[in-house]
T-cell receptor
Framework: NAGVTQTPKFQVLKTGQSMTLQCAQD?????MSWYRQDPGMGLRLIHY???????DQGEVPNGYNVSRSTTEDFPLRLLSAAPSQTSVYFC??????????FGPGTRLTVL | GENVEQHPSTLSVQEGDSAVIKCTYS??????FPWYKQELGKRPQLIID?????GEKKDQRIAVTLNKTAKHFSLHITETQPEDSAVYFC??????????????FGQGTILTVHP
């Protein structure tokens, strides 16, 4: 049982490049979400999904796309990276209880 | 939407002292309040949580109190140890309904415990 996994751990992009951050969980959790963490601002919700085929926006969705084709996977896509998207990205999942489990994070730098 | 304010932003204590971190929230419908500990370079990990039908919860050296009327909740760590040094985040959510799982986090408190 690996829990929540994320790849890659680190990524450097140039402005305008696109990429996909991967997130997977093996706990059969219906709810998955993406947060970004910036210094002094805590974690802010980007997008979330309450089940396969269902996604919705969080607090800071601009510049990011998501899809949820399976229960296990919830990728986050940056269409055209900007320096303001330099951050640490955490994926989380939640089952029938209120507890959310976080992945190890992806540290993204956009030059 | 929900807004969570957390204080202090940094807290420095001597080993063995107590530490208290306070959070206020704005949405009176929020009913689940978790606390996360994040060590440097690691993921946030749940250390304790409280629901709105409970005023206090304790787990060994950590405790959380909730005042629904004032809309604030606090984390108390007693007999602090150097390994308690980390960033602590509070969060609030209206569990269930359309806000299902949408945690709103405070800004974080950097706790340093000096040996």
């Amino acid at each position: 049982n690996a829990g929540v996994t994320q790849t890659p751990k680190f990524q450097v992009l140039k402005t305008g490049q696109s990429m996909t951050l991967q997130c997977a969980q093996d706990m059969n959790h219906e709810y998955m979400s993406w947060y970004r963490q910036d210094p002094g601002m805590g974690l802010r919700l980007i997008h979330y999904s309450v089940g396969a085929g269902i996604t919705d926006q969080g607090e800071v969705p601009n510049g990011y796309n998501v899809s949820r084709s399976t229960t296990e996977d919830f990728p986050l896509r940056l269409l055209s990276a900007a320096p303001s998207q330099t951050s640490v990205y955490f994926c989380a999942s939640k089952g029938s209880t209120d507890t959310q489990y976080f992945g190890p994070g992806t540290r993204l730098t956009v030059l | 939407g929900e807004n969570v304010e957390q204080h202090p932003s940094t807290l420095s204590v001597q080993e063995g002292d107590s530490a208290v971190i306070k959070c206020t929230y704005s949405d009176s419908a929020s009913n689940y309040f978790p606390w996360y500990k994040q060590e440097l370079g690691k993921r946030p990990q749940l250390i304790i949580d409280i629901r709105s039908n409970v005023g206090e919860k304790k787990d060994q050296r950590i405790a959380v109190t909730l005042n629904k009327t004032a809309k604030h909740f606090s984390l108390h760590i007693t007999e602090t140890q150097p390994e308690d040094s980390a960033v602590y985040f509070c969060a609030a959510v209206r569990a269930g309904g359309t806000s299902y799982g949408k945690l709103t986090f405070g800004q974080g408190t950097i706790l340093t415990v000096h040996p």
